[in-house]
């Protein structure tokens, strides 16, 4: 059974960069087209942060983090990171890597394989 075990994390200051890494993403396949970053605040829904369709390496962002995250893959180790800069206080959240067998990324039902979860905390 795949697993995604994630690293990364911590603390940081406002302004401040952290990377989030996810292993255990394997390439493209019938069972596994996108992969994708989502965090979930205290006492909130879990949302959607960032995917990557693992066909073309197309991305996209929520617009809260477009120009300030970056989502990429290392196919070689079967790595997804999450590159996080200009960190602000509303970031804080535990995020979580996921994958999906669908061809659209948006299709958040379909993310069904999940990392453990990590925190970050950006302090003003």
């Known amino acids: 059974q795949v697993q995604l075990v994630q690293s990364g994390g911590g603390s940081a200051q406002a302004g401040g960069s952290l990377t989030l890494s996810c292993q255990g993403v394997e390439e493209y396949s019938d069972n596994n087209k996108c992969a994708a970053w989502f965090r979930q605040a205290p006492g909130r829904e879990r949302r959607w942060v960032a995917f990557?369709?693992?066909?073309?390496?197309?991305?996209d962002y929520t617009s809260s983090v477009r120009g300030r995250f970056t989502i990429s893959r290392d196919a070689a180790v079967n790595s997804l990171y999450l590159r996080m800069d200009n960190l602000k206080p509303e970031d804080t959240a535990t995020y979580y890597c996921?994958?999906?067998?669908?061809?659209?990324?948006?299709?958040?039902?379909?993310?069904?394989?999940w990392g453990q979860g990590t925190q970050v905390t950006v302090s003003s």
């Open positions: 996921a994958t999906s067998p669908d061809f659209s990324c948006f299709s958040w039902d379909y993310y069904n394989t």
């Open positions: 990557l369709y693992l066909g073309g390496d197309a991305t």
